[in-house]
Nanobody
């Protein structure tokens, strides 16, 4: 099992930039795809962004595309999600996830089912 722990988050204003991070432990980090889901109050959980095992593959949800950037640092078992031009609809709990068995080294799943390990979440609140 891989343990993933989020950090960062907090409060921001519309238009701000915020970076949240996730560190993985307890497994072969470099063999996993990693990513982020979020759940806003009263809404379903949704995929936000993911990065493949190789680092070559990245996927973003429609709301995240063009504003968010996901990256990974293999030396530190860490991924980051830089969120720019934040809007109120970005308010949510953000969950770091790990896929221990991606289909290929470049695969990023956008459904929740393939993601094996989930963090406790970090809250992001964006106000006008």
């Amino acid at each position: 099992q891989v343990h993933v722990t989020e950090s960062g988050g907090g409060s921001a204003q519309t238009g701000d930039t915020m970076t949240i991070s996730c560190e993985a432990s307890g497994g072969a980090y470099n063999r996993y795809a990693m990513g982020w889901f979020r759940q806003a109050p009263g809404k379903e959980r949704e995929f936000v962004a993911g990065i493949s095992q190789s680092g070559r593959g990245r996927k973003y949800s429609i709301p995240a595309k063009g504003r968010f950037h996901i990256s990974r640092d293999g030396r530190k078992n860490k991924i980051e999600l830089e969120m720019r031009a934040l809007i109120a609809d970005d308010t949510a709990i953000y969950y770091c996830v790990a896929d221990r068995n991606p289909r290929t080294v470049d695969t990023v799943a956008i459904d929740a089912a393939p993601w094996d390990d989930w963090g406790q979440g970090t809250r992001v609140t964006v106000t006008d």
